[in-house]
């Protein structure tokens, strides 16, 4: 019963190669979001899509290229991968509503080599 | 543009003490919406508690409390009667008001040390 689930939870890769990331959310929330987490642990908004429709995307290379099939689903798509990709990514979801909080996937350690 | 800082990188607290992990922001808008996330090694993120800034009382949620000062844009988290399960990064986060799809905008954290 997992809420905001990720998969994979780690990946090692190669540069220059493309991978995906996988999220869905079983809460009903309706606003999704990716962000990531740099070796020094901060935390960074990429993308937010509400409703499958993108609503915040922030400077990112257009290698990163998010995909919300439904509202429940959220993937990240990253080409050509670099070094400097090597971070730790985070799914996260909320309700639209006042005050409402993030609730966050466990995260994807991605690792280029 | 909203702004998060945490000045302490490192704080260290015997078990059973209590602490006080340091947060400030900078906005100009009048309604918004303050938290604390618990990172512990495992990775989760964790919401620890939520304030939000129409509100004068300071929130509580077990051990956990709030020092809002809203003039003084400073967003405080006190743990009392620390547990070595309380040893994590902690994150302090801000989210503009409206109810709308913006994200959180993120402290650097601090790293907590429960000594036993």
């Known amino acids: 019963d997992t809420a905001v689930s990720q998969t994979p939870k780690y990946l090692v890769t190669q540069m220059g190669n493309d991978k995906s990331i996988k999220c869905e959310q079983n809460?009903?929330?309706?606003?999704m979001y990716w962000y990531k987490q740099d070796s020094k642990k901060f935390l960074k908004i990429m993308f937010s899509?509400?409703?499958?429709?993108?609503?915040i995307n922030e400077t990112v290379p257009n290698r990163f290229s998010p995909k919300s099939p439904d509202k429940a689903h959220l993937n990240l798509h990253i080409n050509s991968l670099e070094l400097g990709d090597s971070a730790v990514y985070f799914c996260?979801?909320?309700?639209?509503?006042?005050?409402?909080?993030?609730?966050f996937g466990n995260g994807t350690r991605l690792t280029v080599t | 543009a909203q702004t998060v800082t945490q000045s302490q990188p490192e704080m260290s607290v015997q078990e059973a003490e209590t602490v006080t992990l340091s947060c400030t922001y900078d906005?100009?808008?009048?309604?918004?919406?303050l938290f604390w996330y618990k990172q512990p090694p495992s990775r989760q993120m964790i919401l620890v508690i939520r304030?939000?800034?129409?509100?004068?009382q300071n929130a509580t949620e077990n051990r956990f409390s709030v020092n809002f000062q809203k003039a003084a844009k400073s967003f405080s988290l006190k743990i009392s009667d620390s547990q070595l399960g309380d040893a994590a990064m902690y994150f302090c986060?801000?989210?503009?008001?409206?109810?709308?799809?913006?994200?959180?905008?993120f402290g650097k954290g601090t790293h907590l040390i429960i000594q036993p």
């Open positions: 996260a979801s909320k309700i639209t509503g006042v005050g409402s909080p993030l609730h």
């Open positions: 809460l009903g929330h309706d606003t």
């Open positions: 899509y509400n409703n499958k429709e993108l609503i």
């Open positions: 906005t100009s808008e009048s309604d918004y919406y």
């Open positions: 304030q939000e800034a129409y509100k004068q």
């Open positions: 986060a801000y989210r503009r008001g409206g109810g709308g799809a913006d994200g959180l905008t």
